[in-house]
């Protein structure tokens, strides 16, 4: 019996700890909520790929260039968002507002671009770890 | 015409009880023997489930650069093949799922199973009639199956602590 129960309890601390991609595609698994981001570039590439569209962004700096890879949702939420294949043309300028990839390095989780006319795009998801932070809600 | 005492009724009523619940575990016992649930439901995500689903989104959309637009559907007989046995095995996926050992008796976790059966099942037709936007279109929803259960079931603490 003792060692039924230990074994038990091996098994629920292995199933615990254990495993790396159960959670891959949420927010709270890869960006960090308190590395928040504000970058300003050009659209060079953007994936129109499932479960997540990436938009890559040149950012150029003090420091040379940097391609930032900018998540959003699937790419038919970002459809019905009434953003398609033709807003973002490669070249475009826009400021990304979201997330950095925990670790660091440049990747983050989109939540809102805008436009060179100004105009904002959500681009976010809304998964467990999401931040409720007031990005693509209407003001 | 009997007469059956309330003490011989009391008795009857427990024995019935009790053969009923032996019953019931002999044939519970005799279900679950016939399958293995050595495989937890984490391994089956990520060892079954997962690469699946992985193919199927590697298998559709659009990549833009500034040379032009690359087309990520599937060109040849074999890649739509692939597509289909990874539908297939979507399909098989949410009917493991709903085994007892993974759905411990969860109303919504079998509805996300099934769920995520209706979508692999869907996938197939679009494997078999070479429908590529169909494809890209149900990978969306095949992602929108898999985050309504993550968010229901897998909490914030879980998925932190994974990465």
Redesign the interface.
């Given at each position: 019996m003792k060692k039924q129960l230990f074994n038990v309890s091996i098994l629920c601390l292995v199933?615990?700890?254990?495993?790396?991609?159960?959670?891959?595609?949420?927010f709270?698994?890869?960006f960090d909520v308190n590395r928040p981001i504000e970058i300003t570039g050009q659209v060079?590439?953007?994936?129109?790929?499932?479960?997540h569209a990436w938009i890559h962004v040149e950012v150029v700096n003090s420091e040379g260039n940097e391609i930032w890879k900018i998540e959003g949702g699937?790419?038919?939420?970002l459809f019905r968002r009434g953003i398609t294949?033709d807003t973002l043309?490669?070249?475009t300028n826009i400021v990304v507002r979201g997330y950095q990839v925990?670790g660091g390095g440049f990747a983050a989780n989109g939540r809102e671009i805008t436009l060179e006319n100004g105009n904002k795009l959500f681009v976010g998801t809304s998964?467990?770890?999401a931040p409720d932070d007031g990005a693509g809600k209407s003001k | 015409m009997v007469r059956y005492t309330k003490k011989y009724i009391n008795s009857m009523t427990v024995l019935v009880v009790c053969l009923s619940w032996f019953l019931a575990a002999c044939d519970q016992k005799q279900t679950t023997a016939l399958y293995s649930s050595q495989i937890?439901t984490?391994?089956t995500?990520?060892w079954v489930l997962?690469p699946h689903a992985d193919l199927?989104?590697?298998s559709?959309?659009?990549?833009?650069?500034?040379q032009g637009v690359q087309n990520?559907a599937p060109s040849t007989d074999e890649e739509w093949d692939a597509v289909r046995n990874a539908a297939a095995s979507i399909v098989e996926a949410g009917n493991l799922l709903i085994m007892p050992h993974h759905a411990q008796g969860r109303d919504a976790w079998i509805g996300h199973s099934r769920g995520l059966q209706f979508t692999g099942m869907e996938l197939l037709k679009a494997a078999e009639n070479r429908d590529a936007q169909a494809l890209?279109?149900l990978?969306?929803q095949?992602?929108?199956n898999?985050?309504s259960c993550?968010?229901q079931y897998?909490?914030?603490a879980?998925?932190?602590?994974?990465?």
């Open positions: 199933m615990l700890f254990s495993g790396a991609s159960w959670a891959h595609h949420s709270a698994a890869e060079v590439k953007v994936q129109w790929i499932n479960p699937t790419p038919n939420t294949r043309p490669i070249g925990k998964g467990v770890g | 937890n984490q391994q995500m990520n997962d199927i989104w590697d559709s959309g659009f990549v833009v650069t500034a990520l890209f279109d990978g969306g095949l992602y929108i898999c985050q993550h968010d897998l909490d914030l879980a998925q932190e602590r994974l990465n």
